[in-house]
Nanobody, 125 residues
Framework: VQLQASGGGLVQAGGSLRLSCAAP????????RGWFRQAPGKEREFVAA????????FYADPVKGRFTISRDIAKNTVYLQMDSLKPEDTAVYYC???????????????????WGQGTLVTVSS
């Protein structure tokens, strides 16, 4: 499974970025999808997830109110809009797809997932 994450870059604190995760050649319209991140010297952590239906979404406490996850089923792409970025958001961001279908993403952190390659987000102070 190939997941292509893009949209990372260097931004000043308070700025915004939008990450994208495409899945060329595969249809994950019935699978929950999400984003994780790994900061230097830290373990990978959950950021956000969205249900296969797109109706429900879940966020880690540090990003609530600042990040928004969305999906375009027609384009088979998931997005992570990141606003009010902080230096502590600096990390490599990974997109993920739940290997199981028809789930809402609430347990994506503990489920079996397909991983995409990471995209680096650097927030300067």
């Amino acid at each position: 499974v190939q997941l292509q994450a893009s949209g990372g870059g260097l931004v000043q604190a308070g700025g915004s970025l939008r990450l994208s995760c495409a899945a060329p050649g595969r249809t994950f319209s019935t699978h929950a999808r999400g984003w994780f991140r790994q900061a230097p010297g830290k373990e990978r952590e959950f950021v956000a997830a969205i249900a296969w239906s797109g109706i429900r979404s879940f966020y880690a406490d540090p990003v609530k109110g600042r990040f928004t996850i969305s999906r375009d089923i027609a384009k088979n792409t998931v997005y992570l809009q990141m606003d009010s970025l902080k230096p502590e958001d600096t990390a490599v961001y990974y997109c993920a797809v739940d290997q199981y279908s028809s789930r809402d993403g609430s347990d994506l952190e503990s489920s079996r997932v397909y991983w995409g390659q990471g995209t680096l987000v650097t927030v300067s102070s």
